[in-house]
């Protein structure tokens, strides 16, 4: 059977165990129309790019699921007429990638509080130096 990934974007005025909720519930449907879900991550509530139905949040949710074509577009079909899901969207992938998703790395990332990326930034000293630039002169004899 194919292999999918699904991102779900519920609303914000649920609570977290609402939210799983419905990732259990369209789990379910998905194996009712002869799916599996492989693995399932909750994202939690993150602030989006913008806003959807005047929500500025939502509650992020991430499928792997391994399932034929009908059954997916089956719970997609569902998943758009529930009141609580504002966007929903599914790839289809080769193969499902070992380990937790992105997301999740990043959060573990940020609880070890990691800040390799910026590197010895050295005493910077006076601002105002202007290194081996020289001096510009005075700028109206240029005119």
Same mark, same amino acid.
């Given at each position: 059977?194919?292999?999918? #990934?699904?991102?779900?974007?519920?609303? +914000?005025?649920?609570?977290?165990? +609402?939210?799983?909720?419905?990732?259990?519930?369209?789990?379910?449907?998905?194996?009712?129309?002869?799916?599996?879900?492989?693995?399932?991550?909750?994202?939690?509530?993150?602030?989006?790019?913008?806003?959807?139905?005047?929500?500025?949040?939502?509650?992020?949710?991430?499928?792997?699921?391994?399932?034929?074509?009908?059954?997916? +577009? #089956?719970?997609?079909?569902?998943? %758009?007429?529930?009141?609580?899901?504002?966007?929903?969207?599914?790839?289809?992938?080769?193969?499902?990638?070992?380990?937790?998703?992105?997301?999740? +790395?990043?959060?573990?990332?940020?609880?070890?509080?990691?800040?390799?990326?910026?590197?010895?930034?050295?005493?910077?000293?006076?601002?105002?130096?202007?290194?081996?630039?020289?001096?510009?002169?005075? %700028?109206?004899?240029? %005119?």
């Amino acid at each position: 059977m194919p292999l999918y #990934e699904h991102v779900m974007i519920a609303r +914000q005025d649920l609570s977290g165990a +609402q939210a799983e909720g419905l990732v259990e519930h369209f789990g379910t449907i998905l194996k009712d129309n002869g799916g599996n879900v492989v693995e399932t991550e909750y994202w939690g509530l993150k602030t989006m790019a913008y806003k959807i139905n005047k929500n500025r949040k939502g509650h992020y949710a991430y499928f792997r699921t391994d399932a034929p074509p009908a059954a997916v +577009q #089956e719970m997609e079909r569902l998943m %758009r007429l529930h009141d609580d899901v504002m966007r929903v969207m599914t790839v289809k992938v080769e193969a499902h990638e070992e380990g937790p998703s992105v997301q999740m +790395q990043k959060r573990d990332d940020r609880e070890r509080g990691d800040r390799g990326d910026r590197g010895d930034r050295g005493d910077r000293g006076d601002r105002g130096d202007r290194g081996d630039r020289g001096d510009r002169g005075d %700028r109206r004899e240029r %005119r």
